[in-house]
């Protein structure tokens, strides 16, 4: 499994949103970029995580950070989950999982016993220049937006 470290260059994608729009790493450019990786919308872990996203979005901002949600689900899922919380960023489309795999946020897991392949729940801080400020592997959903902040 590939895993990330400061100043690696992020793996660039172009992934759908929840509105079909094509969204590009370099479309932060300039930015810095909170990137989450979460197995699937509204289930209560990927919930907490996307609300607490959302909750602090005014903070990031003030801190020039954008931030986005990737998980596999359809753009209409995606839909869904944003409108039913009022999110109110960008959640991206990776259905094959490609992105993921580049990220090193897909592998093994394991559920009551049985071993399967799946999101590993990471975030990501990406710089203005789209290189990782830091990775967080096995993230828990409340500890997403909190270690980013620490290292702003």
């Not at 992020?10 to 197995?39: C, E, M, R, V, W």
């Not at 999982?97 to 009551?112: F, L, P, S």
Request: overall charge positive; proline content about 5%; aromatic content about 10%.
């Amino acid at each position: 499994m590939t895993t990330l470290k400061p100043n690696d260059k992020a793996p660039d994608f172009a992934l759908s949103d929840q509105n079909g729009k094509k969204i590009k790493l370099s479309d932060y450019k300039g930015k810095k970029l909170l990137i989450f990786f979460y197995p699937q919308a509204d289930t209560p872990g990927c919930t907490k995580q996307a609300c607490s996203v959302s909750a602090s979005l005014k903070d990031l901002k003030k801190r020039g950070v954008e931030a986005v949600g990737i998980s596999p689900d359809q753009p209409d899922k995606q839909q869904k989950f944003d409108a039913k919380y009022k999110l109110g960023f960008e959640l991206l489309c990776d259905t094959d999982n490609a992105v993921a795999q580049a990220y090193g946020a897909w592998g093994k897991k394991t559920m009551d016993g049985r071993q399967y392949e799946g999101i590993i729940r990471s975030s990501f801080l990406i710089d203005e220049k789209g290189k990782v400020i830091h990775a967080w592997y096995k993230v828990k959903p409340e500890e997403t937006v909190p270690k980013a902040l620490e290292l702003l």
